[in-house]
């Protein structure tokens, strides 16, 4: 597996892998269980996507699409 989106929050990983899965792509979110970890600290940096290799640019183009609002609705 490659790590192929870093999130912001626990939250926006799981939004990514949703839109992922959604288009027939198996992703792993990991980092659940350090975000309790940090306590008062600012929290960055543990909640990551991850897909099989095979999966890595179809994965991209969506994540692409995902950070230029195409999926947003108005």
């Known amino acids: 597996m490659q790590l192929i989106f870093r999130a912001a929050n626990i939250l926006e990983a799981h939004i990514v892998s949703g839109l992922l899965n959604a288009h027939g792509i198996e992703t792993h979110v990991g980092g ?39 999926f947003a609705s108005n």
Do not use: T
């Open 32 to 70: 659940h269980f350090l975000q309790g970890a940090v306590g008062e600290l600012p929290a960055s940096d543990f909640a990551h996507v991850f897909v099989n290799d095979k999966d890595g640019q179809a994965a991209e183009k969506l994540i692409l699409s995902y950070e230029e609002g195409e």
